[in-house]
C-alpha cells in the first residue's frame, strides 16, 4: 500500500471516529448526516472494515427500526467480508470474531422491536455463542450483560 493509499484510509477511519464521538456526544442528526456522506463516498464498494464500521454505528442514528435493521444487516454483511489482517492493518488488536456478538446482538435488538421474537432468539443465539470467543475485559463482560438483558427481555415478550 502507498503512502497515499493509508494516508486515505486513516482519514476514513479518523472522519468516522469523529462522527462515532458526535453519537456517542449526543447529537444523533449531526452524526447520521456524516455517517451518509461518509457512506455517499465510500458506498457498498468501499472497504469491508470501513463498511462495518460505519453501517455499525449508523444504524444507531436511525430513528424507524426498519431502517436500524438495514444497517445493522450491512454491517454483518461487510464484517463476513474482513480478514483479521485487515483489522490488525488498522492497529486494533480486536479480531474479526470479536465483531459478531456484537452485531449479532444488535441484529436480535432490532427483531425484537420490529416483534420478530424468532429472528431475535435466532440472532441472540449466535450472540450468544459468539460472545464465548472473547476475553473477559470490559467489552466481553458488557457483550455478555446486554445479551443477558436481552435474552430477559424476550422472555417476557
Not at 100 to 123: F, I
Amino acid at each position: 500500500m502507498t503512502e497515499q493509499q493509508e494516508a486515505s484510509t486513516d482519514a476514513v477511519m479518523t472522519r468516522i471516529g469523529q462522527a462515532i464521538m458526535l453519537l456517542h456526544g449526543g447529537d444523533r442528526e449531526e452524526a447520521r448526516n456524516r455517517f451518509g456522506a461518509l457512506w455517499a463516498e465510500i458506498g457498498e464498494g468501499g472497504g469491508a472494515l470501513h463498511r462495518c464500521t460505519l453501517a455499525h454505528y449508523m444504524a444507531d442514528t436511525q430513528d424507524d427500526p426498519g431502517d436500524e435493521l438495514a444497517w445493522d444487516l450491512r454491517a454483518l454483511t461487510a464484517a463476513e467480508g474482513l480478514s483479521d489482517e485487515r483489522v490488525a492493518e488498522h492497529g486494533d488488536s480486536l479480531a474479526v470474531r470479536a465483531f459478531y456478538p456484537s452485531l449479532h446482538l444488535n441484529l436480535a435488538a432490532d427483531y425484537v422491536k420490529l416483534q420478530r421474537p424468532d429472528a431475535a432468539r435466532a440472532h441472540l443465539d449466535r450472540a450468544r455463542k459468539a460472545s464465548e470467543l472473547l476475553v473477559d475485559d470490559g467489552y466481553g463482560g458488557g457483550v455478555r450483560a446486554a445479551i443477558g438483558r436481552l435474552e430477559r427481555r424476550i422472555r417476557e415478550l
